[in-house]
């Protein structure tokens, strides 16, 4: 289908993607919005919510419950969030320019779950090594060719997440709140909600014969009230989750030609009707694309992917150790596309996720099994999964053995020298 703005409109072929999105008045209108909310409050922790990570995603369903769905930290990244007011389903992903290559989760994921989806774009701002302009045109191609009317609501990106005095970017997160909404709600989307059965693919999974429908929809029913259902904030959250290193380090450690737990993600084999939503596994199947999915969007669990790890290399070893001894200034330039604009945590994240690898090794694993949470009403409590339960997960703990950690840090650095 086709990327869509103000009053319905379709836009035809690609042409200038940005420049028509940018362009669009309804688009800058909530662009300035947006970053007039800029000094808000995070999301507290007490609130269900879902930080995605650079190449993870969620998918939940806030049919009955309200969820903060999005991502922070989004630089030369970009954060995209859809929102379907028909099927209750929002999606949340943070890309980079190879994520974004390898996607397929908006080509086959999204059409089985979203019909009339509302979009918003945040992160890739305008900088000089290409890194944000590849990033944002690549996810911009994938949404306008998917088989679903994708209605921009947000696009605070390029020029317009840019600063004019420093450079930098202007909003970095992305937190959209989702909660059920009202009968009204449902009646200005054209009878939305879904009935028995409804959910997954039946809800949303028809393709192209409900995406000449869902644009009806929106020309119907997008203006009146619509917006009570969500709201968009460049605040953050004030906790974005549980094993933060684990999942900072998922790409450095994971063997990408074995799929950890053996279980089957979402993928577009499955036949149990679109409702697992995501149980993700560590080494997606290549041809499911680049993202980690993150909750299992049936039963609301929050499920950090395991993963069978690499064969040890002792020169990659020496590498994160290395890493590990310098000044935050040198750090930083080594890790980042944007060392200039990085928020204050990335150091900290990444330095966290070098000493977890290095755990890994020295504890000698060569598989971390899933680690499953369910939400107790004031935060994230982790429970048994069935890839192995919590007593596996707390196997790896980058704090429990400090001093192994560092011997074997002095050991891989001295041996960089020899």
Not at 41 to 64: K, Q, W, Y
Not at 185 to 194: A, F, S, T
Not at 363 to 379: E, K, N, T, V, Y
């Given at each position: 289908?086709?990327?869509?703005?103000?009053?319905?409109?379709l836009m035809e072929g690609h042409g200038n993607l940005l420049r028509a999105v940018l362009e669009d008045p309804q688009v800058q209108r909530a662009n300035?919005?947006?970053?007039?909310?800029?000094?808000?409050?995070?999301?507290?922790?007490?609130?269900?919510?879902?930080?995605?990570?650079?190449?993870?995603?969620?998918?939940?369903?806030?049919?009955?419950?309200?969820?903060?769905?999005?991502?922070?930290?989004?630089?030369?990244?970009?954060?995209?969030?859809?929102?379907?007011?028909?099927?209750?389903?929002?999606?949340?992903?943070?890309?980079?320019s190879s994520l974004a290559r390898r996607d397929a989760s908006i080509a086959l994921l999204l059409p089985r779950h979203l019909e009339s989806p509302d979009?918003?774009?945040?992160?890739?701002?305008?900088?000089?090594?290409?890194?944000?302009?590849?990033?944002?045109?690549?996810?911009?191609?994938?949404?306008?060719?998917?088989?679903?009317?994708?209605?921009?609501?947000?696009?605070?990106?390029?020029?317009?997440?840019?600063?004019?005095?420093?450079?930098?970017?202007?909003?970095?997160?992305?937190?959209?709140?989702?909660?059920?909404?009202?009968?009204?709600?449902?009646?200005?989307?054209?009878?939305?909600?879904?009935?028995?059965?409804?959910?997954?693919?039946?809800?949303?999974?028809?393709?192209?014969?409900?995406?000449?429908?869902?644009?009806?929809?929106?020309?119907?029913?997008?203006?009146?009230?619509?917006?009570?259902?969500?709201?968009?904030?460049?605040?953050?959250?004030?906790?974005?989750?549980?094993?933060?290193?684990?999942?900072?380090?998922?790409?450095?450690?994971?063997?990408?030609?074995?799929?950890?737990?053996?279980?089957?993600?979402?993928?577009?084999?499955?036949?149990?009707?679109?409702?697992?939503?995501?149980?993700?596994?560590?080494?997606?199947?290549?041809?499911?694309?680049?993202?980690?999915?993150?909750?299992?969007?049936?039963?609301?669990?929050?499920?950090?992917?395991?993963?069978?790890?690499?064969?040890?290399?002792?020169?990659?070893?020496?590498?994160?150790?290395?890493?590990?001894?310098?000044?935050?200034?040198?750090?930083?330039?080594?890790?980042?596309?944007?060392?200039?604009?990085?928020?204050?945590?990335?150091?900290?994240?990444?330095?966290?996720?070098?000493?977890?690898?290095?755990?890994?090794?020295?504890?000698?694993?060569?598989?971390?099994?899933?680690?499953?949470?369910?939400?107790?009403?004031?935060?994230?409590?982790?429970?048994?999964?069935?890839?192995?339960?919590?007593?596996?997960?707390?196997?790896?703990?980058?704090?429990?053995?400090?001093?192994?950690?560092?011997?074997?840090?002095?050991?891989?650095?001295?041996?960089?020298?020899?």
């Amino acid at each position: 289908m086709v990327l869509v703005l103000s009053g319905g409109a379709l836009m035809e072929g690609h042409g200038n993607l940005l420049r028509a999105v940018l362009e669009d008045p309804q688009v800058q209108r909530a662009n300035a919005a947006f970053l007039a909310r800029a000094g808000e409050a995070p999301v507290p922790a007490s609130r269900r919510s879902v930080c995605t990570l650079m190449g993870e995603e969620a998918l939940v369903d806030f049919s009955r419950d309200e969820w903060h769905v999005g991502s922070m930290d989004a630089t030369t990244c970009l954060i995209a969030v859809a929102a379907c007011r028909v099927t209750r389903k929002a999606w949340a992903a943070h890309y980079n320019s190879s994520l974004a290559r390898r996607d397929a989760s908006i080509a086959l994921l999204l059409p089985r779950h979203l019909e009339s989806p509302d979009l918003f774009l945040v992160g890739s701002f305008s900088e000089a090594s290409g890194e944000s302009a590849s990033t944002l045109l690549r996810v911009l191609l994938l949404l306008h060719a998917a088989a679903l009317p994708f209605r921009v609501r947000l696009a605070c990106v390029d020029a317009v997440n840019t600063d004019g005095a420093s450079g930098g970017p202007r909003a970095l997160h992305l937190a959209l709140r989702c909660g059920p909404g009202g009968a009204s709600c449902d009646r200005g989307w054209g009878g939305g909600g879904v009935g028995a059965g409804g959910r997954g693919q039946e809800g949303g999974g028809s393709g192209m014969r409900e995406g000449a429908r869902s644009v009806e929809r929106l020309g119907a029913g997008a203006a009146e009230g619509g917006e009570e259902l969500w709201s968009a904030s460049p605040a953050g959250f004030a906790d974005r989750g549980p094993e933060l290193p684990r999942r900072f380090a998922h790409d450095h450690l994971a063997d990408p030609w074995v799929n950890a737990s053996g279980r089957d993600s979402d993928d577009v084999s499955d036949d149990s009707g679109g409702d697992n939503g995501g149980g993700g596994v560590g080494g997606r199947d290549l041809d499911l694309g680049s993202l980690r999915s993150l909750v299992e969007t049936a039963s609301g669990l929050l499920r950090v992917p395991g993963l069978h790890c690499r064969p040890p290399n002792p020169n990659a070893l020496r590498h994160y150790a290395l890493q590990l001894e310098l000044p935050d200034g040198p750090f930083l330039h080594h890790n980042s596309t944007s060392p200039d604009f990085e928020p204050p945590n990335f150091v900290g994240d990444l330095r966290a996720a070098f000493r977890y690898i290095i755990e890994v090794y020295v504890a000698g694993l060569r598989s971390i099994p899933d680690a499953c949470f369910a939400w107790d009403g004031a935060g994230w409590r982790q429970v048994p999964s069935e890839a192995g339960g919590a007593a596996a997960v707390d196997a790896v703990d980058v704090n429990s053995r400090g001093e192994e950690l560092e011997a074997a840090t002095a050991v891989m650095s001295a041996g960089c020298g020899a």
